[in-house]
């Protein structure tokens, strides 16, 4: 089974920064794609930023220039830098894994984490 655990999520200014973790754990020999996520109230969840095995990253557009994801394979684990936030950033921001070799299985799917809530006041 695998689980994805995130913190780093409250409450900040416009203009101020926030760092997002997401662990992976459980019987996970690799990961494909680690990434974020974001729901805001009322609306569809969105890609924020995803990064491959081999450090290959994509962004949404309205994110390009203040967020930056990175990973560390060895601990099963992504970041999401956030800065520069704007008030439009509020979201519940959730950790995606897919593509997971775990326990002899290799699963095409998507895990999710619980979801943080970033909220960035005005």
């Known amino acids: 089974q695998v689980q994805l655990v995130e913190s780093g999520g409250g409450l900040v200014q416009a203009g101020g920064s926030l760092r997002l973790s997401c662990a992976a754990s459980?019987?996970?020999?690799?990961?494909?794609?680690m990434g974020w996520y974001r729901q805001a109230p009322g609306k569809q969840r969105e890609l924020v930023a995803a990064?491959?095995?081999?450090?290959?990253?994509n962004y949404a557009d309205s994110v390009k220039g203040r967020f930056t994801i990175s990973r560390d394979n060895a601990k099963r684990t992504v970041y999401l830098q956030m800065n520069s936030l704007k008030p439009e950033d509020t979201a519940v921001y959730y950790c995606?894994?897919?593509?997971?070799?775990?326990?002899?299985?290799?699963?095409?799917?998507?895990?999710w984490g619980q979801g943080t809530q970033v909220t960035v006041s005005s």
């Open positions: 995606n894994a897919r593509g997971v070799y775990s326990a002899g299985n290799f699963y095409t799917g998507n895990y």
């Open positions: 459980g019987s996970i020999i690799s990961i494909n794609t």
């Open positions: 990064i491959t095995s081999g450090a290959g990253t």
